[in-house]
């Protein structure tokens, strides 16, 4: 993967993941899980506004907008599956409020770079990614 379209908010997450041991790695997933926003009203009361990402083993929703030319990212996920909530979470800071350009531009292969192989299941790895997938294609049809 080459770093350079990858956006700082982008790289200050990676850099944070692969300060820390490879154990602790896991812990910091779950403080991004506690720190998911919540959803606004136009989605919490209309669910069904979001789109499933059926990659993830966990029930998680996510919409992507484009508001003066930056990238807005809501999503939810169960407190139950706090691993699905965490990568929601890394890709909702990473992403909200860029320019549309700058997000299409993250590599497609960005979860594998946190250094999270050997922490969660490569499954779950393949979650996030589709998760990355569907916020950027929402973006596309978006923009």
């Known amino acids: 993967m080459t770093t350079d379209a990858l956006p700082t908010s982008l790289t200050d997450i990676r850099e944070e993941f692969l300060a820390v041991a490879v154990r602790d790695r896991l812990l910091l997933l779950l403080d991004f899980a506690n720190d998911l926003p919540a959803l606004p009203?136009?989605?919490?009361?209309h669910p069904e506004r979001l789109e499933r990402v059926t990659e993830c083993q966990?029930?998680?929703?996510?919409?992507?907008e484009v508001e003066?030319?930056?990238v807005r990212v809501f999503a939810t996920a169960p407190a139950e599956a706090p691993t699905t909530r965490?990568?929601?979470?890394?890709?909702v800071h990473g992403l909200d409020g860029?320019?549309?350009?700058?997000?299409?531009?993250?590599?497609?292969?960005?979860?594998q770079t946190l250094g999270l192989g050997?922490?969660?299941?490569p499954l779950r790895l393949r979650?996030?990614?589709g998760l990355l997938g569907r916020i950027k294609r929402q973006l596309?049809?978006?923009?």
């Open 98 to 111: 860029l320019p549309v350009a700058d997000a299409l531009a993250v590599p497609d292969d960005y979860p």
């Open 58 to 64: 966990a029930p998680v929703f996510v919409a992507a």
């Open 118 to 121: 050997d922490a969660v299941s």
């Open 68 to 70: 003066d030319g930056r």
């Open 140 to 143: 596309r049809a978006a923009a």
């Open 41 to 45: 009203a136009r989605y919490g009361e």
């Open 86 to 91: 965490g990568f929601a979470s890394v890709l």
């Open 127 to 129: 979650g996030m990614t």
